[in-house]
């Protein structure tokens, strides 16, 4: 018997990307949407084992033309480790992020329908932490959350293209969507794929998240998030004592009062000064690195030169990465810091995700050059290559 809507069902009987329950919501933020719903559906972790997870989905007033329409699989930034702040709570709260409801309003404007994902170990009672960083087993919910929309009648959203688009951590999950979509959800329409501010070597960061100050709290999520997505690793033996209490506490806290809680470097809570060396996390780092293959469909990639959480350098090696994999990429750069960045680009985002939609075979057959390369709308000087 359901005694709540994120209560873990059994999954006896269902496949990765069925819908488990849905109900319908009201979205108060969104002035744009004509409804939305709560939905639990059926994903895999990166084990390849079944687990529920949820998600919501958001409907505009009216939906775009056909040949204009698309599913946005909206992908947000880190939330935190546990707790209830995820896009299907505080959109229904009407406490969303600001930049987040910015992003998700100009889509439905464009009449698309937007499916945000909560991400694994979140939402759902009982079953984080939250695998942060873990950017396949991101990728995995992403793309059944799309199999969710389209295989509910319950829904009753128009059969149309994908697009994908993220930020940080959820550039991360979206980018590694792009990589999986032809073995993973090949019955997917997947056209186009944009991502901000995106990490593709976890390894070459590392040291720079440890230190102290308001992010340094993400480099403790890091471990606990990695951890969870690779339980059949042994990765915690690199905390100390003092570290595992830290990281047990960790796990069940949303982003804003881990990175209050937790301000001292990684290495603080470690048994040696570059944890990241250790032989079993540099394998899994190795793994959760990015441009592993290219992507079928045109990539997006944007960041801001005065990122100081994401240094804007990380982004132009996932663009050189990708490019060396035959990817069609695109990059522009914006002069702006984090969050700024998240918010200066939502127009130019919907606007290439658009071209994806309306001429695919073009969007396709275009090759990386730097004419495509935009810092501000305009050609940088120094474009990486």
Avoid: K
Wanted: some cysteine.
């Amino acid at each position: 018997m359901i005694t709540d809507f994120y209560d873990p069902p059994s999954l006896e009987g269902f496949r990765h990307g069925d819908l488990i329950r849905a109900r319908p919501v009201f979205v108060p933020q969104l002035t744009a949407a004509a409804g939305a719903f709560q939905i639990l559906y059926v994903s895999t972790n990166s084990r390849s084992e079944l687990i529920p997870v949820s998600g919501i989905v958001v409907i505009p007033e009216e939906y775009a033309a056909p040949g204009t329409n698309a599913l946005l699989l909206f992908s947000p930034g880190f939330r935190g480790l546990g707790g209830a702040e995820v896009p299907s709570r505080l959109l229904v709260t009407g406490n969303e992020p600001a930049d987040s409801v910015a992003g998700i309003e100009a889509a439905l404007r464009r009449g698309w329908v937007v499916a945000v994902p909560d991400g694994e170990g979140l939402g759902v009672w009982g079953t984080g932490p939250h695998t942060f960083l873990a950017a396949r087993a991101a990728a995995r919910v992403t793309l059944d959350l799309a199999c969710a929309v389209y295989r509910s009648a319950d829904l009753d959203t128009p059969v149309a293209p994908c697009v994908a688009w993220g930020y940080a951590d959820g550039g991360r999950a979206v980018a590694a969507a792009g990589e999986m979509h032809p073995w993973y959800a090949p019955e997917l329409d997947l056209r186009g794929v944009a991502a901000g501010a995106v990490v593709s070597d976890l390894g070459a960061l590392a040291p720079l998240i440890n230190r102290g100050g308001p992010a340094a709290g993400l480099g403790l999520a890091a471990v606990v998030g990695l951890a969870r997505a690779y339980e059949q690793l042994p990765l915690r033996h690199v905390l100390t004592e003092e570290g595992a209490l830290a990281a047990a506490e960790a796990a069940r806290l949303p982003s804003s009062e881990l990175l209050r809680e937790f301000p001292q470097p990684l290495s603080h809570w470690c048994r040696r000064l570059d944890p990241w060396n250790d032989v079993w996390w540099r394998r899994v780092l190795a793994l959760e690195t990015l441009a592993h293959v290219g992507l079928a469909m045109p990539l997006h990639l944007y960041h801001g030169t005065r990122d100081d959480l994401v240094p804007v350098r990380a982004g132009q090696r996932a663009l050189i990465a990708y490019r060396q994999r035959g990817t069609t990429v695109t990059w522009r750069e914006y002069d702006a810091g984090h969050r700024a960045t998240a918010v200066a680009a939502i127009g130019d985002v919907l606007a290439r995700l658009g071209e994806d939609l309306t001429d695919p075979v073009a969007a396709a057959q275009r090759r990386p050059s730097h004419s495509e390369d935009e810092r501000e709308g305009e050609r940088p000087e120094h474009a990486p290559s």
